[in-house]
Structure formats: C-alpha cells, structure tokens
C-alpha cells in the first residue's frame, strides 16, 4: 500500500517577477510624454537642416495647421482661428502681467507661437496665421521642421 | 507569574498574485499606448509685422509723438521674393523663383547662389539693412518657403549675430 503523502504545494516566488514588472511599469510611467497629445502626428513637416531640438522651457503656444489652412489644437478642429488666437493671447497676457505688473497691454508677448505646418500649407493658409499671432501681440515665432527625413 | 505560551513561528506569506496581475495589466496599457513623439527640431525667428519699405531721406525717423504728421523716413529694407508655381502646374506650389531684390538669384533646386546673395548683401556694412522682408506668393508650400527661410537664417549680420528678424509679405496667387 502506497504511503499517503501530503499534497506538495509548488509556489513559484513571484517576488523579483514583481519587481522587473514595476521596474518596467516606473520606466513607462517617467518616459510617457503628455505633451506630445497637442501634436498633431498626421502632419508632415518640412526637412530643413539647420533645425535645432527645442532648448529651454518657455511658454508655448502650439498651432497644427494641415494642408488645407486648418487649425487642430489637441486633435479638435478649431474653426475660428483669429478668435482662437485672440483668446491666447489674452491668457497669455495676464500669465505675463502676473510675472511682470510693469507690462502693459499691446506690448510684446513673451509666449512664443510654435507652428507645426504641413510641407504642403500653402502660405497664404499660413499667413493668416502668422498676421492673426502678430496682431495679437506675439513676436516670437517657432517653425517645427525634421531635421532629417523620416523613415517609418 | 504566567508563562507565556511559545508557538512555533509561522510564515506569513502574502499573495502576489493579484498584484502581479494588476501590474501586468497597467504594464500592458503602458506598451499599447507607448508611442514615443519623433525627434522635431525648429528654427526661431522674430517676426514682427511689416513695416514701411520707402525710404525718404528728408523725412523724419518713426516716433511716438502721433501728432506729428510729417512724413516717415521708412526702414531701409532688404527685400526677398519668393514666388511659386501656379495650381496648373505638375508641381503646384513649388518655388519657381527667387529674387534678393530686382536680381533674380535662385530655384528651389539651386539655392546655394541665394545664400551667396545674401551673404554679400547682408555683410556690406554700406547697405546696412534695418529689416528684411520675404514676398512670398500665396501658393508657395511651407516646405518649399522653409528652404529659404533655412538660408537666411544661416546668414550673419555685420555684427556677427545671425539673422533671425524676418517679417513676410503675401503676394497675390503664385506672385
């Protein structure tokens, strides 16, 4: 007669299992980049060599503007650029006002307007932007291009 | 006194599993919504709106005085034309021609003489260029215009700074 035997409980030790995957989970959660929601991804800038990575942390004002004039702001169309703009630049201005009281209404805006145009925008698309951006105020421009071509 | 009663000591082991599992789940979210953004680069200008090209030497420098309606002397200005291909041609919207001033200079598959143009003028310390204007025709592609905005802002002032102060001006269709 076989000798009765207690059921032998094999339990892998789930613990350094664990710590990769929260080692993975921590590398995930520090390199998501929520800013990269208020790119448009579909557009296809320009390659220009002299483009430079961004340098620096300054107040940013992001238009995405597709081939045909359209403005996306966080993938929404927006349908009233001008108006759009001139709300920006009212934000913009008490964001100032609050770093600098000294600044006065009509002066310069220290946001700088970061275009992401589409290669193919004509410019007079583009250049409804731009005035709209200059009548509001802002004087600092910044034109995204690749540095080189993309290849996926 | 009371004896203490001694027990044999006990592990106390806790479940992972449901933890393990949760991780994997918020691991697995992380890798499907993973999409690291492509490496952009930009170029910087200043771009302040337009302002009057004419130069009159007799008259008087901009001011803030708004009462004072003599004529103003202008900016004396270096003026860049950039005009596009029309909608009927095979490429539309490609650069067609370029001009520093009334001097026809470039193409957008030969821009290498528009920075030598540029070059001269820019560094004549005779010329003294207060602002630079782009003429750009309304059909021109942005990817064809950044070309040209690449060769300007390569170009160095007499005071050694590079050019980034640049204003643009539409010129009707292809110009």
């Known amino acids: ?152 | 006194m009371r004896k203490r009663k001694t027990r044999a000591s006990e592990d106390v082991e806790l479940n992972v599993t449901a933890m393990l599992d949760m991780a994997f789940q918020l691991l697995t979210f992380f890798i499907l919504t993973f999409h690291p953004p492509p490496v952009e680069g930009q170029v910087n200008l200043r771009m302040p709106p337009p302002r009057l090209v004419v130069v009159q030497k007799d008259a008087v420098k901009e001011g803030a005085d708004e009462s004072d309606k003599r004529m103003v002397q202008g900016l004396n200005t270096l003026v860049i034309t950039v005009l596009g291909r029309p909608a009927s041609d095979p490429k539309p919207g490609w650069v067609f021609q370029i001009a520093v001033g009334d001097a026809v200079v470039a193409d957008e598959d030969h821009l290498t003489s528009l920075g030598d143009k540029l070059k001269a003028a820019l560094t004549d310390s005779g010329a003294g260029f207060d602002q630079i204007i782009i003429q750009v025709g309304s059909t021109v592609h942005y990817g064809g215009l950044m070309k040209v905005i690449d060769i300007c802002t390569q170009q160095k002032l007499p005071d050694g700074k590079k050019l980034s102060k640049l204003s643009f001006v539409e010129l009707p269709m292809g110009g």
């Open chain 1, 1 to 152: 007669m076989a000798t009765m035997q207690h059921a032998a409980k094999a339990e892998p030790n789930l613990t350094p299992l664990l710590d990769m995957v929260f080692q993975l989970i921590t590398f995930f959660m520090l390199v998501i980049n929520f800013k990269s929601a208020s790119l448009d991804l579909s557009l296809q800038l320009p390659v220009v060599g002299s483009a430079r990575p961004v340098e620096g942390e300054e107040e940013l004002l992001i238009l995405n503007i597709n081939k045909d004039g359209d403005l996306r702001i966080t993938g929404t169309l927006e349908k009233n650029i001008e108006g759009y703009i001139a709300k920006e630049a009212q934000a913009d201005f008490l964001a100032a006002r609050a770093k600098n009281p000294k600044m006065l209404f009509g002066e310069d805006l220290p946001t700088m307007v970061v275009i992401r145009a589409d290669k193919a925008t004509p410019f007079n698309k583009l250049n409804r932007v731009i005035v709209a951006c200059q009548k509001n105020g802002y004087r600092k421009f910044a034109m995204k291009a690749m540095a080189r071509v993309r290849t996926s």
